[in-house]
């Protein structure tokens, strides 16, 4: 992106939510890692049925994946688009008797056992890269010295803008009690801690 | 470039008549013109604001998104283009997290846009995020932001 270009784009504002959006484990709020890692799943695992998420009905669990094949069988591909398929909604929504899976979704035995690769590529990305010679991570930045506390993406989304030229506000939103620990972890990032996101905007 | 981190975490809510306010430390209080003043900083290139919002009135309302996380529209104004990011936001007129308030001029007050109007701001105002994709591609909410700005430019 040219100059002119930056020039004339209007300023973004850019609101972010916090958990299961940029943060992945919420143990304030009772979820671990993996418990946020399987509702994620979960709700991009689409059945048949209707949206029950606010309504103590559907004491049963859904029989089939949205795209006609058994719950037994290997199911289709989680489904990320805005565009809900016709008759489909999330595992994650589709009734009371399904929120005993939602933290445990992949677990061997669980109706999302067969996403359980989905659930280790997450697992792994979310890891903070180390070698020997790294330093350890900025405690603001990883709370337990091995994962992300943000995801990378966040911190490319606010790097490269930087990086364009651009003008632009980040908003963090939350209904949670993270909100000091978010801006903390802003804080490391902003003074040069989260290599190699953060040397542009030093 | 330098990133301003606004320290000081700020508490959004609605009050009795549904009117949003941002409360600061102290006793620094901001209504809605002036809450969104702060958030879009149009005197500083980059910063950075942390703000709660008020689950209670949200679960009070149904988790209606008229009663949601505020993002604000301007209609006769273009210079700051607002982009929400939330894993709740949902393809639902009745139940989804963010609330869209709108204007058509700077001199008027805000008001709810209805469920039905708020799902058409998804993918302008508004990115359901499904997060499985931004953990696996720390450039998708860059790609969102191309998207969202290609249909804003187009209204």
């Not at chain 1, 559907?58 to 688009?81: F, I, K, M, N, R």
């Not at chain 1, 020997?132 to 930045?141: G, T, Y």
């Not at chain 2, 273009?78 to 963010?98: A, L």
């Not at chain 2, 302008?124 to 591609?137: F, K, Q």
Request: some cysteine; proline content about 6%; charged content about 25%.
């Amino acid at each position: 992106m040219n100059e002119s270009e930056v020039g004339t784009k209007p300023k973004l504002i850019l609101h972010f939510d916090v958990n299961e959006t940029i943060m992945i484990g919420d143990p304030a709020g009772g979820d671990t890692l993996e418990d946020c890692l399987n509702k994620i799943i979960c709700k991009s695992a689409y059945v048949r049925g209707k949206d029950q998420a606010m309504s103590s009905s559907q004491a049963t669990l859904p029989t089939h994946w949205y795209d006609g094949t058994h719950v037994s069988d290997t199911p289709p591909s989680l489904y990320t688009e805005w565009e809900i398929p016709d008759g489909a909604v999330s595992y994650y929504r589709s009734g009371r008797a399904v929120r005993r899976y939602q933290k445990n979704f992949t677990e061997p035995g669980s109706p999302g056992a067969a996403y359980r690769d989905s659930y280790d590529e997450m697992k792994a990305a979310l890891l903070w890269p180390s070698n020997e010679d790294s330093p350890p991570p900025d405690p603001r930045l990883s709370h337990d010295g091995v994962h992300h506390f943000l995801i990378p993406a966040f911190f490319r989304t606010i790097s490269t803008l930087a990086q364009q030229g651009r003008s632009f506000s980040i908003v963090i939103r939350t209904f949670g009690s993270d909100a000091d620990d978010v801006a903390h972890a802003l804080n490391a990032f902003a003074e040069g801690k989260h290599l190699p996101y953060s040397p542009c905007l030093r | 470039m330098k990133m301003n981190v606004e320290t000081n975490v700020w508490h959004g809510s609605y009050n009795e008549d549904g009117v949003f306010q941002l409360r600061g430390s102290g006793s620094t209080e901001l209504g809605e013109v002036e809450a969104l003043s702060l958030l879009e900083a149009r005197d500083q290139k980059v910063s950075c604001v942390v703000c709660t919002d008020d689950y209670k009135w949200w679960s009070q309302h149904g988790c209606h998104p008229a009663a949601g996380k505020p993002v604000w529209i301007t209609q006769d104004e273009m210079t700051c283009h607002h982009i929400f990011f939330d894993d709740n936001i949902h393809n639902n007129t009745d139940d989804s997290i963010v609330s869209v308030r709108v204007r058509e001029s700077s001199d008027q007050s805000f008001r709810a846009m209805s469920g039905e109007d708020i799902l058409l701001q998804q993918g302008v105002h508004l990115v359901r995020t499904p997060t499985y994709e931004p953990i696996l591609n720390p450039s998708w909410f860059l790609e969102q932001i191309a998207k969202c700005e290609v249909a804003y430019a187009e209204r």
